[in-house]
C-alpha cells in the first residue's frame, strides 16, 4: 500500500510560479514510476508529466512543455511539480500517481498505468 500527499498548491498570478510535491509513505517508492495529472472543472483527468522510477526519463504533455519540470529525490521519497509562467488555463486540481512497480503496462499518459493517487491539490492561475 502507497499513500501520497501533495501539497504547495494555491492561487497565483499568471505568470508566476509555484512548486508541488507529492509525499509517499511505504517503501516501494524508488521502484515506481511517477506521475502528475491535472483536472479542470467539467473536465476530464488529464495527463501532464511522468518520470521513470530512476528520474532518468521525463515525459510531459505538450500544453506544458518548457514550462513544468518533474523531479523525483528516492532519497525523500517525493516527487515534484515545477511550474513556472503559469496561465489560467493550468488552473485545475493536480494529482499525483504512483505506478506499478517495475511496470509499464500502460503508455506513461494512460491513467491505468497508476495504481495509487493523492487526493489532490488545487492551483488556481489568475489573470
Known amino acids: 500500500q502507497v499513500q501520497l500527499v501533495e501539497s504547495g498548491g494555491g492561487l497565483v498570478q499568471a505568470g508566476g510560479s509555484l512548486r508541488l510535491s507529492c509525499a509517499a509513505s511505504?517503501?516501494?517508492?524508488?521502484?515506481?514510476?511517477m506521475g502528475w495529472f491535472r483536472q479542470a472543472p467539467g473536465k476530464e483527468r488529464g495527463f501532464v508529466a511522468h518520470?521513470?522510477?530512476?528520474?532518468?526519463?521525463?515525459y510531459y504533455a505538450d500544453s506544458v512543455k518548457g514550462r513544468f519540470t518533474i523531479s523525483r529525490d528516492n532519497a525523500k521519497n517525493t516527487v515534484y511539480l515545477q511550474m513556472i509562467s503559469l496561465k489560467p488555463e493550468d488552473t485545475a486540481v493536480y494529482y499525483c500517481?504512483?505506478?506499478?512497480?517495475?511496470?509499464?503496462?500502460?503508455?506513461?499518459?494512460?491513467?491505468?498505468?497508476?495504481?495509487?493517487w493523492g487526493q489532490g491539490t488545487q492551483v488556481t492561475v489568475s489573470s
Open positions: 518520470i521513470t522510477w530512476s528520474g532518468g526519463t521525463t
Open positions: 511505504g517503501r516501494t517508492f524508488r521502484s515506481r514510476a
Open positions: 500517481a504512483a505506478a506499478r512497480e517495475y511496470s509499464y503496462s500502460a503508455p506513461h499518459y494512460d491513467p491505468a498505468l497508476y495504481e495509487y
